[in-house]
Structures are given as C-alpha cells and as structure tokens.
C-alpha cells in the first residue's frame, strides 16, 4: 500500500460527492460560472496558486515543486456539459431541463482536483505542475478561446496531457497510442435554392430541389470512395434535411437545407473534402436547374499524439494500474476532441481510461441520456495524474508507506 494508495482510501467518499454535486448542476460551455468556482475555491483552500477567467471561465491552478528543476507540465481536464435531457433517475441527475453531464466532464474535472489536492499536499518534486480546468469543450471552443487568452504565454508548459473516460473499456483500463488519435470533427451545410411549384398539377413548372438534394447526398459517399485513398480515412455523415412543410405535402419547396459532419485525420484529406463537397453541391444543382450555396466549418484539429509523451503516459498508467491494464498501441477513432488545438501548441499525449462494461458487455455510452460517470475509476485516475507527475518532473515521493 503505498502513501498515495492510503490517502485515496481516505478521501474517495469526499471526491465522490464533489463530483456528483458537479453533475447536478451542469453548465454549458462558457457559462461554467458556478463549476470554475468551485474549482477555484477548492484549489485556494488547498494552497494551490490560482488564476480564473482564462478563455472567459477557464482555471488555472500552479503548485510549484520544492525540489530542483525547471520543467514545466500541464495536465488538462474539461467541465462543460451538453444540451441533453437526463433519463437516469439518479440522486445526483441534473437540476436544469435540457442540460446534462454526458460526457463525464465532471468526472475528469473532479479526477484532477484530486490529483491537485494530493500534490499541493506533496511536492517533493522538480518543476511546476499546471492544473488547467478548460471550458468549452464541446464545440463552443474553449481550447482555442484560452490559447487566445494566453494560456502557454502565461503558464509555459514543456508537454501537456489530456484524460477522458470511455464507456464500454473495463473500469480503471487505460489505453492511448503515437500519432493520429482522434479525427478534425469538421460540420457542413448546403443550401438548394430553386422555384417552388405545386407538386400534383404543375410539377414541370418548378425547378425541384428535391431531386438535387437527393443527387447530393448519393454524390457524398463517391468522395470518400473515390476522392480519399484506400489507406486515408474520411467519414462523411448527413445530421439533418429540412425543406418543405408537413402541412403542404403538395408543395414542391424552394429551398431546402442540408447538413452534417465531416471527419479526417490529415490536412490533405481534409482540403479534399471541403473542395468535394462545394463541387457536388454545385454540379448537382446545376443538372436540375437550380442553385446551391456550400459552408464548411472546420472545427477541432485532429488530436495527434507525440511519441515522447506517450512513452510518458503509458509508463504512468502502468504504474498506476499495472501494464497489463494499459494498451499503448490502441485502435484511434473517429471522435473529436478541442484539446487537440493546444496539442498544436505544445506537444502532448492525451490517454482513455475505461468508465465500465457491464457482464454483458452492455454499457450506457457518452453523449446519451443514460450515461453516468463512474465513480469507482476516480482513484485509477488520480494515481494516473500523479504518476504523470512523478514521470515527468522526478521523485521518490510516492514512496511506499509504513504498514
């Protein structure tokens, strides 16, 4: 049993709470008003150094080691929630209609103040530890809107190091691998413009949209098998069309909206299919007569991690769970994740540890309403911050405690 082990012991009930109390009351991104607070007066009471108000309601948490050294490190945990209608019925389930923690953000925000509370508590290593609480993360740009606000300039990082949880990998599991981890999570729209008609008299009057529309979205899939090489990877989805009223089912509409996501790994790929999309778009509503208007949103970056910081992350987590739990060579997916811009900033290595599987292998999965952090995993990554910690910047303080 190690020192770390038995503080755990000692503190996982109090972490427990503040993590539930985080999920009964979500905040989306860039009104985590009340979540930064409470992160900034927990880190105050346990004499960490702290800034608020980074990229609107971005924390930032300093604890300086008491040993030799000039490195720096930053470990990087999330708090917004997502518009959602929480289904659970658990004691803790979200106060707000329409607001909920379905990602596990409040999981990863309590994981690393714990792990910030422990290392205030104990500094015997070299260098500075930058605990940085982000907003935003789920598409409101929380990443970038502290880049903006200075956040290397003002805390100087040698590496940085991101965590989420992922249901359906066994409980306290930790995966990560070198290189492209998650992809650039692009969306597009595309607008059909065209003149209307009456659909069951005088439908050769009109220039249908429908047909264009209908085109277009066979035409998306010619991209990815035909524009994209075999080997690269592109995935292009259709969210929502919307053209016409239920309530004049004999209308031809004259205009009519389509969009979805986009998801690549590389540059390249990514050019390819912004240029695609705009030259379908355009070629199919030529053909029938009408007119289309393309916008791609390129959104977050995708998420590469560097092979140093990996060797790092991987050697922490197997410390922390025993390698045989630790897959440093897991399958990337297609998932999009803000930290990748500060990742283009300052090189880094951002690890999965499991949420859970149950006996069947069912489980809730993120970004649904019945997803749940579990609890049981805070310790597992506590012990992965900590040992980040001690990987990077030296020690011998986790030593092993007296029995």
Known sequence: MTKLDDWLGAHHAEFTAIRRDIHAHPELGLEEHRTAKLVADKLREWGVEVTENIGQTGVVGVI?????????????????????????????????????HACGHDGHTTMLLAA???????????????????????????????????????????????????????ASSFGTAVGPFLAAADSWRVTFRGVGGHGGSQPHLSTDITYAQAHFVLGLQGIVGRNVAPLDTAVISVGFIHGGDQNASNVIPSELVVGGTARTYSQDVRSTVERRIAEIAAATAQAWGCEAEAHYHRGTSSLVNAAEQVKVAVAAASAAVGPEHVDGQMRRGTGGEDFAEMMLVCPGAFMRIGNGVEADGSFKGLHTPLYDFNDEIIPAGVRYWVGLVEQELGAGWQAVAAE
């Not at 050294?69 to 209608?85: P, S, Y």
Request: glycine share 16%.
């Open 116 to 170: 910030g509370r422990y290392l205030a508590g104990n500094r015997d290593f070299g260098g500075t530890v930058n605990l940085i609480f982000q907003p935003a993360e789920e598409g409101r740009g929380g990443a970038n809107a502290m880049l903006a606000d200075g956040l290397f300039e003002r805390f100087p990082c040698d590496a940085i190091y991101g965590l989420h949880n992922t249901p359906g990998l066994p």
């Open 64 to 100: 300086r080691g008491n040993q030799p050294g000039q490195r720096a490190i930053g470990l990087r945990a999330d708090m917004d929630c997502l518009a959602l209608e929480e289904l659970t019925g658990l004691a803790h389930a979200s106060k707000f209609p329409g607001r909920m």
